[in-house]
Protein backbone atom coordinates (compact mmCIF):
# COMPACT_ATOMS: atom_id res chain seq x y z
CA UNK A 1 0.00 0.00 0.00
CA UNK A 2 2.87 2.62 0.98
CA UNK A 3 4.67 1.81 -2.33
CA UNK A 4 1.67 2.47 -4.25
CA UNK A 5 1.26 5.91 -2.76
CA UNK A 6 4.83 6.55 -3.22
CA UNK A 7 4.71 5.45 -6.97
CA UNK A 8 1.64 7.74 -7.70
CA UNK A 9 3.63 10.64 -5.72
CA UNK A 10 6.57 10.26 -8.19
CA UNK A 11 4.23 9.97 -10.88
CA UNK A 12 2.42 12.91 -10.17
CA UNK A 13 5.97 14.53 -9.36
CA UNK A 14 7.15 13.44 -13.08
CA UNK A 15 4.38 14.73 -15.23
CA UNK A 16 4.08 18.03 -12.93
CA UNK A 17 7.94 18.63 -13.67
CA UNK A 18 7.62 17.90 -17.64
CA UNK A 19 4.39 20.61 -17.77
CA UNK A 20 6.55 23.10 -15.61
CA UNK A 21 9.61 22.61 -18.15
CA UNK A 22 7.21 22.68 -21.25
CA UNK A 23 5.38 26.14 -19.23
CA UNK A 24 9.00 27.48 -19.43
CA UNK A 25 9.97 26.87 -22.54
CA UNK A 26 6.52 28.62 -24.32
CA UNK A 27 7.24 31.62 -21.96
CA UNK A 28 11.15 31.48 -23.34
CA UNK A 29 9.37 31.55 -27.01
CA UNK A 30 6.67 34.02 -26.38
CA UNK A 31 9.36 36.11 -24.93
CA UNK A 32 11.64 36.02 -28.30
CA UNK A 33 8.81 36.51 -30.61
CA UNK A 34 7.93 39.62 -28.57
CA UNK A 35 11.64 40.70 -28.74
CA UNK A 36 11.32 40.68 -32.55
CA UNK A 37 9.33 43.54 -32.56
CA UNK A 38 6.29 44.19 -34.49
CA UNK A 39 6.51 43.25 -37.65
CA UNK A 40 5.11 43.75 -41.49
CA UNK A 41 2.47 42.40 -43.28
CA UNK A 42 2.28 39.89 -44.46
CA UNK A 43 4.65 38.40 -41.56
CA UNK A 44 2.40 40.45 -38.44
CA UNK A 45 -0.31 38.34 -39.20
CA UNK A 46 1.72 35.32 -38.56
CA UNK A 47 3.24 36.38 -35.85
CA UNK A 48 0.04 36.98 -33.79
CA UNK A 49 -1.14 34.05 -34.91
CA UNK A 50 1.98 32.23 -32.93
CA UNK A 51 2.21 34.79 -29.79
CA UNK A 52 -1.77 33.75 -29.64
CA UNK A 53 -0.55 30.16 -29.96
CA UNK A 54 2.43 30.16 -27.05
CA UNK A 55 -0.04 32.11 -24.65
CA UNK A 56 -2.55 29.61 -25.05
CA UNK A 57 -0.69 26.35 -24.52
CA UNK A 58 0.97 28.30 -21.66
CA UNK A 59 -2.84 28.69 -20.26
CA UNK A 60 -2.95 24.93 -20.82
CA UNK A 61 -0.03 23.52 -19.56
CA UNK A 62 -1.01 25.65 -16.00
CA UNK A 63 -4.38 24.38 -16.18
CA UNK A 64 -2.96 20.87 -16.67
CA UNK A 65 -0.64 21.21 -13.78
CA UNK A 66 -3.41 22.69 -11.47
CA UNK A 67 -5.70 20.27 -12.26
CA UNK A 68 -3.34 17.26 -11.68
CA UNK A 69 -2.52 18.95 -7.70
CA UNK A 70 -6.31 19.55 -7.38
CA UNK A 71 -7.15 15.99 -8.45
CA UNK A 72 -8.21 13.73 -5.38
CA UNK A 73 -9.26 10.46 -7.01
CA UNK A 74 -6.80 7.45 -8.49
CA UNK A 75 -4.59 8.06 -11.13
CA UNK A 76 -5.66 6.78 -14.37
CA UNK A 77 -5.07 3.26 -14.47
CA UNK A 78 -2.96 2.89 -17.80
CA UNK A 79 -1.14 6.29 -16.84
CA UNK A 80 0.33 4.87 -13.64
CA UNK A 81 1.10 1.71 -14.89
CA UNK A 82 3.28 3.29 -18.02
CA UNK A 83 4.69 5.11 -15.41
CA UNK A 84 5.80 2.36 -13.13
CA UNK A 85 7.09 0.35 -15.96
CA UNK A 86 9.35 3.31 -16.96
CA UNK A 87 10.18 3.64 -13.20
CA UNK A 88 11.27 0.18 -13.12
CA UNK A 89 14.35 0.29 -15.18
CA UNK A 90 15.88 3.16 -12.87
Not at 13 to 36: D, H, T
Not at 59 to 83: D, M
Amino acid sequence: MMASKISKFICLFVFSSFRSLWIAEEKELLQEMIGLGELRDPWHTTQVKLMERHLWLINVYSQARHNLFQYKGEILPLTHRLCLTSLRGF
